[in-house]
């Protein structure tokens, strides 16, 4: 397996198995320490510096709201290695009798929620780093993910792509946000429910402190975006719709 051969190469992990169950627990959602050590029955303590060196070495990643000093979430970095954890591994014994395509069909919900999903949303986050300011109007400083809280609903939104102004500080409780984005892979267009969606956001960070008001909205999709939405960002200055082509460099942005 991918992971196993990974794991030899680097002589600091002497103790496989416990690293190969922490990508595991990591790649099946478990993303704190405590969550982790929970699901393999152990301490805290037992798993902190095992996940330290799985950070270091590049096969675990640590990702820190960017408007909260919260606990960053511990995601697996490579999409390769939550593949082999999440299906090739729970299917190998379908796979290994030739039945391939069953293992498949029942493995896509996995791939399309925690594999594909995940992924989508990193590269995302990504281009947005490297790429938004030349694209876009929108001139961004520090890009990540936030959590936030909606007490009228008694519920918390994620928040996929969130950018800063150049120079302003992460997790400040003020802080000028340009940019509040949603990246989707799921098979259908995406639409202005989603749009309606990023306003109430938007609204959410005026609400709560943040200097949010002039952000502009960004839907980044894998599978394109509903006719009317497309004439939207014809006429907004605050709409920005990314598809997969304008991602990897083969078409424009539309809006702004």
Same mark, same amino acid.
């Given at each position: 397996?991918?992971?196993? *051969?990974?794991?030899?190469?680097?002589?600091?992990?002497?103790?496989?198995?416990?690293y190969?169950?922490?990508?595991?627990?990591?790649? /099946?959602g478990?993303?704190?320490?405590?969550?982790?050590?929970?699901?393999?029955?152990? /301490?805290?303590?037992?798993? =902190?510096?095992?996940?330290?060196v799985?950070?270091?070495?590049?096969?675990?990643?640590?990702?820190?709201d960017? %408007?909260?000093?919260?606990?960053?979430?511990?995601?697996?970095? @490579?999409?390769?290695?939550? *593949?082999?954890?999440?299906?090739?591994?729970?299917?190998?014994?379908?796979?290994?009798?030739g039945?391939? /395509?069953?293992? !498949?069909q029942?493995?896509?919900?996995? $791939?399309?929620?925690?594999?594909?999903?995940?992924? $989508?949303?990193?590269t995302?986050?990504? !281009?947005?780093?490297?790429?938004?300011?030349?694209?876009?109007?929108?001139?961004?400083?520090?890009?990540?993910?936030?959590?936030?809280?909606?007490?009228?609903?008694?519920?918390?939104?994620?928040?996929?792509?969130?950018?800063?102004?150049?120079?302003?500080?992460?997790?400040?409780?003020h802080?000028?946000?340009? %940019?509040?984005g949603?990246?989707?892979?799921?098979?259908?267009?995406?639409?202005?429910?989603?749009?309606?969606?990023?306003?109430?956001?938007? @609204?959410?960070?005026e609400d709560?402190?943040?200097?949010?008001?002039? =952000?502009?909205?960004?839907?980044?999709?894998?599978?394109? $975006?509903?006719?009317?939405?497309?004439?939207?960002?014809?006429?907004?200055?605050?709409?920005?719709?990314?598809?997969?082509?304008?991602?990897?460099?083969?078409?424009?942005?539309?809006g702004?």
């Amino acid at each position: 397996m991918e992971a196993e *051969f990974l794991l030899r190469e680097d002589p600091r992990i002497t103790h496989r198995t416990l690293y190969y169950d922490l990508l595991s627990a990591v790649a /099946q959602g478990a993303s704190t320490p405590s969550k982790i050590g929970a699901m393999l029955e152990k /301490q805290r303590s037992a798993v =902190a510096a095992p996940l330290d060196v799985l950070e270091s070495t590049g096969y675990l990643r640590k990702e820190q709201d960017l %408007l909260k000093g919260r606990s960053p979430v511990i995601t697996v970095a @490579d999409p390769v290695i939550r *593949f082999n954890q999440l299906i090739t591994l729970p299917m190998v014994d379908l796979i290994e009798h030739g039945r391939a /395509q069953v293992a !498949w069909q029942d493995s896509k919900p996995t $791939f399309h929620s925690k594999i594909l999903g995940p992924h $989508f949303e990193e590269t995302a986050r990504e !281009w947005t780093r490297a790429f938004a300011f030349d694209e876009t109007p929108v001139r961004v400083g520090a890009v990540g993910s936030a959590e936030i809280a909606d007490p009228a609903a008694r519920t918390k939104h994620e928040i996929d792509v969130l950018a800063l102004a150049p120079g302003e500080r992460p997790q400040s409780s003020h802080a000028q946000v340009v %940019l509040l984005g949603e990246a989707k892979a799921t098979q259908q267009p995406r639409g202005m429910k989603d749009v309606e969606r990023l306003e109430r956001l938007r @609204d959410l960070l005026e609400d709560q402190g943040h200097h949010s008001r002039d =952000a502009v909205l960004a839907l980044y999709s894998l599978h394109g $975006f509903y006719p009317d939405l497309v004439q939207a960002a014809g006429r907004r200055q605050d709409l920005l719709l990314i598809d997969i082509d304008a991602l990897y460099g083969d078409g424009q942005v539309r809006g702004g």
